[in-house]
């Protein structure tokens, strides 16, 4: 079984940027993909990609949000811009039925 380590979570003032990283154990030939959860509220899907690169994103990410892979190194980044206190979450990264321990980012106001 594949084994995901996120990495890049932080504390950042609203506004700011972050790089979130996933590192995979071995090889994925299937969909990556980053989800969060906030205190009190139900993980929701943030982006995921294809393994030729397609994505898609959820509403409040398009625009700020961007996706990327690097099929050489095993790993998917999550770049976020502009970002806002409701962005605070734990991320999650995943892939072929697998969750990363996921990472915490906190945006102050």
């Known amino acids: 079984q594949v084994q995901l380590v996120e990495s890049g979570g932080g504390l950042v003032q609203a506004g700011g940027s972050l790089r979130l990283s996933c590192a995979a154990s071995?090889?994925?030939?299937?969909?990556m993909g980053w989800y969060r959860q906030a205190p009190g509220k139900q993980r929701e899907l943030v982006a995921r990609?294809?393994?030729?690169?397609?994505?898609n994103y959820a509403d409040f990410a398009k625009g700020r949000f961007t996706i990327s892979r690097d099929n050489r190194k095993n790993t998917v980044y999550l770049q976020m811009i502009s970002l806002r206190p409701e962005d605070t979450a734990v991320y999650y990264c995943?892939?072929?039925?697998?969750w990363g321990q996921g990472t915490q980012v906190t945006v102050s106001s």
């Open positions: 990609i294809t393994s030729v690169g397609s994505t």
């Open positions: 995943t892939a072929q039925g697998t």
């Open positions: 071995r090889s994925i030939f299937s969909i």
